[in-house]
C-alpha cells in the first residue's frame, strides 16, 4: 500500500470525517512498512477492509422528557471488526457524538483490544443524547429506548458493549435491563455491570489503574521513580478520578483535574480527602469542577485546561483532541518528561509529533488506556464462568496485562537509537494480531 493513496481514497469517500481520517491516518504512517513486507496483505486488500467498519447501524431514538415532552436523538453502533473475537466497546452518551467520532473509536478499540492478549473485536457506540441536566428518569427512559432499537444487534458472542463518556454504572444498568427483557437472557451482554448482577470488581477502576501502571512501565525503562512526581490530570470523571486514585496512593501529586467548563490547579497536590470530594461531588452530584475550588479556595481557570501549568507527567484523561501543538510546546517547556494517554485520541498529529520529537515517554490511548476493556474481557470470562473473581485476582490480571502490552510496545517500537516509540510499538503489534486472523478467515 502507499498510505497517501489509501488516505487520499478514504478522504474522498468519508469527507465529513475528520476524527475517523485522523485516527487511520495514524495508524497506517506507523504499519506501513511492515504491511509492505508482506505482499499477501495488499492481495487481500487487507488494509481497505481492516479501515473501513463492518457494518454500522444508525436510528432515531425517540423518548419524553419530564415535562411530557416528545424528544428525539440520532443514536449508532459501529461493529468495526471481529477477527479476533466478538465485537466490544464502549457506548458514548455526548451532545457532540457524531459518526466520525465513533468510527474512529471504533477502528481505535480494534487495535487497542487486540493489544490486550483477550479475544475482543473492536466496536464503539453512542448518541448525541446528553446526559448534563437530565433526571434519572429521563436518562433510564432514554437508555430504554435506545437498547429497544440496538438489543437485536447485540449479544454475549456477537457484540458486547460498556460505558464511556457519559455512561457509567447507572446507564449500563438502565440498558442491560432492558436488554435482558427484549431478548429474553441474562447473559453477559454488557461489561461495567453492577456487582450484584455479574459485574466485575475493579471494573470501574481499571481505566485509571491500568493507565498508571502502564506508566509505571515506561517510567522504569528510563530508572525513574513516580513517588512525589506532579501529575496534571484533565476530566473528572470515571478514568480521571481512578487515575487520580491510584497516583495518590503511589505518593504522586495530583495538580489539575478539570471539566468541559474549566480547570482547578493544586500545585501542592490534591488530599485524599479533596479526591473524596471530587469523587462525590462528580459521580454522585453530577456537580461541576468549579464547586470545587469554591469549597477549597483554590485557582480555577473557567474555559481553561490543565497544560499550561508545570507538571512532570500529564494523563489526558478527557476527550478526543485536547492536547494541540501549542499545548505540547507548553508542556514540554515546563518540564513535562512523560505523557500517559486515559482518554481516547487525545493529542492532535501535531502534538504527538512534538512529544515524540523530544523524545519524552508517550503513550497512545490504544496502549495506555487497554486497562478498562482487558477488565470488560475478564468480566466476560466470569460470566461465561458464572464465577466472580476476588478484586486482588483481577487487579493481578490487570497487572500482567498492562506489562504484557508495554512490552509489545518495547518489541515492536524499539528504534535504532533506544528511543521506544510506543505508537509504532502499539499500532504494529495490534495490527499484526488482527491482520493474521484476516488472513487466515479468508475473504468476508
Ligand atoms: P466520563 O463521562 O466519566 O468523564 C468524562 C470527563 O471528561 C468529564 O470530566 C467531562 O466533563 C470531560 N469531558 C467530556 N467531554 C469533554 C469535552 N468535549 N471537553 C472537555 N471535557 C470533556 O467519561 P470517562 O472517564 O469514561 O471517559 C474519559 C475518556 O476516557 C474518553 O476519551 C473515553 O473514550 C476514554 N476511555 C474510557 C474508558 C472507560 O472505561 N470508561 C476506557 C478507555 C478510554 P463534564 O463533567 O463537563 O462532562
Ligand atoms: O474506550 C474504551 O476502551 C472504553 N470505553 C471501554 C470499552 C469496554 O468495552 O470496556
Known sequence: MNVNDVL??????????????????????????????????ERYNLVERLCIPDRIFTFRVTWTDDSGRIRTNMAYRVQHNNAIG???????????????????LAFEQTFKNSLTTLAMGGAKGGSDFSPRGKSDMEVMRFCQAYIQELW??????????????????????YMFGM????????????????????????????????NVYFLLNMLATRGIELKGKRVAISGSGNVATYTAD?????????????????????????TR???????TLKQIYRGRIREFAEEYGCEYVEGGRPWSFPCDIAMPSATQNEIDGDDARALLANGCIAVSEGANMPSTPEAVDEFIKARILYAPGKAANAGGVSVSGLEMAQNSQKLSWTAKEVDDYLHRIMNDIHSQCVKYGSEADGYVNYVKGANIAGFMKVARAMMSQGIL
Open 273 to 279: 480527602e479533596q479526591l473524596d470530594y471530587i469523587f
Open 179 to 210: 436488554y435482558k427483557k427484549m431478548a429474553r437472557e441474562h447473559s453477559g451482554t454488557f461489561t461495567g455491570k453492577g456487582l450484584e448482577f455479574g459485574g466485575s470488581l475493579v471494573r470501574p477502576e481499571a481505566t485509571g489503574y491500568g
Open 246 to 270: 491510584k497516583l495518590l496512593s503511589l505518593g504522586a501529586k495530583v495538580v489539575t483535574m478539570s471539566d468541559s467548563d474549566g480547570v482547578i490547579h493544586v500545585p501542592d497536590g490534591l
Open 8 to 41: 487520499a481514497d478514504l478522504s474522498r469517500r468519508f469527507p465529513n470525517e475528520p476524527e475517523y481520517l485522523q485516527a487511520v491516518s495514524e495508524v497506517l504512517k506507523s504499519i506501513e512498512d511492515v504491511y509492505n513486507e508482506y505482499p499477501e496483505f
Open 86 to 104: 466478538p465485537y466490544k466497546g464502549g457506548i458514548r452518551f455526548h451532545a457532540s457524538v457524531n459518526l466520525s467520532i465513533l468510527k474512529f
Open 152 to 173: 437485536r444487534h447485540i449479544g454475549p458472542e456477537t457484540d458486547v458493549p460498556a460505558g464511556d463518556i457519559g455512561v457509567g454504572g447507572r446507564e449500563v444498568g
